[in-house]
Every structure is written in structure tokens, then in C-alpha cells.
């Protein structure tokens, strides 16, 4: 981030109130954080980011979009690991002013390799997301038919179990673009 668009950032914060205190700790929780709180932040991220996931998905040079995606999780997360971005009551990601000591260079390293290490994370939260989603579109389509006929209900079903079945292993799947129109 540019130094002039991260002082613009720091001036909204500072003048609303938005600052949150930051220390060696604090850079030490994010570097010790465990598989859990960091699904935590993934998650947010992938809700509160969703419209820039759809233009990197449905992109040029679909090759380059896992990439990009990654990219833009290990933008936020960095963001989140220095204090920049929280999230609020309701989930949302917010810009803060982090007010206290930057981290030292060794933790900086464990930063971008926390991140870093990250990688498989993200993917594997991004599929089992998405693999809920399916299966609760699956769900509703089924109950869809359900009330316009029984028989409709069965026949739904059977094809239900059939599309859960259907493996689901790459981010640049055509279901990981018809699951992002939805969102």
C-alpha cells in the first residue's frame, strides 16, 4: 500500500475513533494464532471480499486466478496481522489505525511466514465453503420441487446424492464460478 493511501487511511481512522492499540504481543497472538481462529479469518475475509473474488474468478487467464486469489487473502490477513483491519461486531472488516509498536523484523518474518503457510488453509476453507453452499443449494432446489410434487421430492434427492458425490478439488472449478454468482 502506498505510503500516501495508508496515511489517508490512518487520518479517516484517527478522526473517527478507529485506532487499535498494537504491541509485540499482539503481533505474537496473530504468529501463534491456531488452524481454528485463522478458518475465523479466512472466512471473514471470503464474505466481506466476495465481489473482488468474483472479478478475480471470473478474470481472464483463468491459470492466474488460484494465484490471485491467494494474493488477496495474504493482502488481508497482512492487514489483519499488523493491526490495520479488524473485524467488527458484526463481522465486517474495518480499517483501524494501529497505535503502539510496529513489529520487530524477526516478527515481521513470522508474519509473512504464518501467511505464507497459510496457503493450503485457504484453499482447503474456500472448498468446504463452497461444498456447503452446494449442498445447501442442493437442498433448497430439492424442497423447491418438494412443493410442487412428492414424486418431484424423490426424484430431487437421488439427484442430489448423485451431484454431493461429484469430487470437488480445484479453486478454478466451473462450480467455484456458479457458486460465486450466488453470492
Request: aromatic share 10%; hydrophobic share 40%; net charge negative.
Amino acid at each position: 500500500m502506498k505510503k500516501t493511501a495508508l496515511e489517508t487511511i490512518y487520518k479517516i481512522c484517527e478522526s473517527s475513533g478507529a485506532t487499535h492499540p498494537v504491541d509485540h504481543d499482539f503481533y505474537d497472538d496473530f504468529i501463534n494464532m491456531n488452524n481454528e481462529d485463522m478458518t475465523f479469518y479466512i472466512t471473514t475475509i471470503i464474505f466481506n471480499r466476495a465481489e473482488e473474488i468474483n472479478e478475480i474468478v471470473f478474470s481472464q487467464g483463468e491459470t492466474e486466478n488460484d494465484e490471485k486469489i491467494h494474493e488477496l487473502f495474504t493482502l488481508w490477513l497482512r492487514y489483519m496481522a499488523i493491526g490495520l483491519v479488524g473485524i467488527n461486531d458484526d463481522e465486517k472488516l474495518v480499517f483501524t489505525q494501529p497505535i503502539g509498536e510496529p513489529p520487530t523484523k524477526k516478527q515481521e518474518i513470522k508474519i509473512e511466514e504464518k501467511i505464507n503457510n497459510a496457503k493450503p488453509l485457504i484453499k482447503k476453507v474456500i472448498i468446504e465453503w463452497l461444498k456447503k453452499e452446494r449442498e445447501f443449494r442442493d437442498l433448497e432446489n430439492c424442497l423447491n420441487i418438494f412443493n410442487s410434487t412428492i414424486k418431484g421430492f424423490s426424484d430431487c434427492l437421488a439427484g442430489c446424492k448423485l451431484v454431493m458425490e461429484m469430487p470437488l478439488t480445484s479453486l478454478n472449478s466451473s462450480l467455484l464460478k456458479t457458486i460465486w454468482l450466488f453470492r
